[in-house]
């Protein structure tokens, strides 16, 4: 059984697809059937982390990554939980799929990076009500829909988890350098919303 944490770097290289093809038994609650109405609906909401819980019973977990930095450290910040308890302690073994875009110089240079350029990105998406969706970058708020309120920096593997990191060299998921080029960037964030939809 495979456990899935949100991820537009999973969708982009098509890995879910390919896994339900070949038989994989696969918990993925980051679909427009399981989303939609969870801000209003209480049922569904409920329905929705129940799944999400599902996903740790999983033998294989797999998600994307916020940033990888070159001195080693895996970096994310999350708002509910899900992904940074599952890259952790999940299942016993763990599949990070990360693009070459996320590959930062240092932990401090990958948490700039999330708080003023991923998140401001991911909450105008997902139609959150946060200073960094509307100003484009972070405010460090108390907004309830705060998307920082966790921040896992992975220094070696966890005792008990296996934790495979798959760089792949192509610009995938959200995540950029504002100094890139702006055809670059134009690119990594209309791949973003083409492969996400507001919850
Ligand atoms: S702390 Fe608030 S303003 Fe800063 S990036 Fe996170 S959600 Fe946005």
Redesign the pocket.
Known sequence: MIGVADSVTLRQIGILEALAQRGNEIINPFVPEMTEGIKKDQDKRREFINMMRKTFASDVFITGTNAVTVDGNIVNIDRNGNRVAGIIYAAPRVILAVGRNKIVKDVSAAIDRI?NVL??AH?KQKGYK????EKGK????N?P????NITLILEKKPLSTDISVVLINEDLGLGWDPGWDETRIAGIRDDYYRYSWPF
């Open positions: 708080r998140a401001p909450a946060t200073p960094c969706a972070c405010y460090d708020c907004s829909d705060r998307l920082c």
